[in-house]
């Protein structure tokens, strides 16, 4: 009856730790206590992983497990499977086997996680109004970015009604459409933080078409919503970090920038002028006036080529003109009377070159260096010796 019993398959009891013994097998059993019974538990070896603490005496627990009878003595027992110390025990078994339910439905992948925008201008916050983290929270973002507008949902962060509360003010703030918001409360017990483990606040964040950024307690303090938010805080003031750029930071960034757009405009204009220079000689070349310029140099060279050709023409001309003279000179008859010859002609102008040519009484023209002459040849003679003739002779 006890094993087709589905309920005592999975059951949490709780009372006082008496009689506990530890085998030397590695099983543990004790008996568990309250004011109205008694009931005796083993715990197997397999089973002590999930123990984190040392069973003693008089110690309040929450031990999970099964009952089922011990044949031999005829005695039903509790076979634990899980202890936890009363209160905080019982907590986080609920708090994990909620954490397991919500991983499996895939509310914890990252694929569903939003970016948290850089520069904001509204910062929503879900806490108390008094207390520590909403001063830190506002002092931290006022001192890094004075001109973002935070908005407060004053929620209840602790007691039966902070689960509701919580869910409300993400609610109104994702409303009023604000930039980013922080989900969180100040350090304290689990019992003081259970109302972010509760199942509808990890809902309403994960439903949440704003980021969320969680903030619940110190850094060691781990909730559901840490898991289902967009970003995890270790701390309130980690959070308003992490929600608020840094105004200075910006400012810096926006220098650089400032100077990067000016340096490259400053090599934008300066690579137009080199191009609007390129592109206007290329339009002075292909300019008619260009081109009849062009044409002028073009004929001022082949003018100074002609020019360079002829002088060197007629220098050589001139050359050979020289030569010519030259060599006129030396066959010219007024060269040979400069040297003493005269030229003899009859009366029709006939050169007489030989004496035979002569007749005695015949009327001849002498032409000398400096002119003319008319003579008479009286007698010829043939080859006499130099100086036997006079002037008188021909």
Known sequence: MFTQDYLLQSILVKGEISNCKYHTSGHIYFTLKDPKGVVNCVMFAGNRAGLSFRLAEGQQVVVGGSVDVYERDGKYQL?????????????????????????????????????IPRY??????????????????????????PYVQIILYPAIVQG???AASIVRGVRALEGLGVDVMIVGRGGGSIEDLWAFNEREVAQAVFDCSVPVISAVGHETDTTIIDFVSDLRAPTPSAAAELAVTDIREILGEIAALSQELEQRMSRRIRDSRVLAGQQELRLKALSPGSRIRERKMTALRMEERLQDRMERLLQSRRHRLEVCIQQLKGLSPLEKLSSGYAYVTDEAGKNIRLVEQAREGQRVRIRVTDGTFDAVVERRAGDVEEGEADGKEV
């Open 79 to 115: 076979y634990a499977r899980q202890i936890f110390l009363d209160g905080s025990g019982l907590l986080h078994e609920k708090f994990e086997r909620l954490k397991r339910e919500l991983e499996e439905s895939g509310m914890f992948d990252r694929e569903y996680k939003q970016p």
């Open 120 to 145: 904001i201008r509204t910062l929503g916050v879900v806490t108390a109004d008094t207390g520590a983290a909403v001063r830190d929270i506002m002092q931290i973002a006022r001192r890094r970015n």
């Open 160 to 162: 039966e009604a902070a």
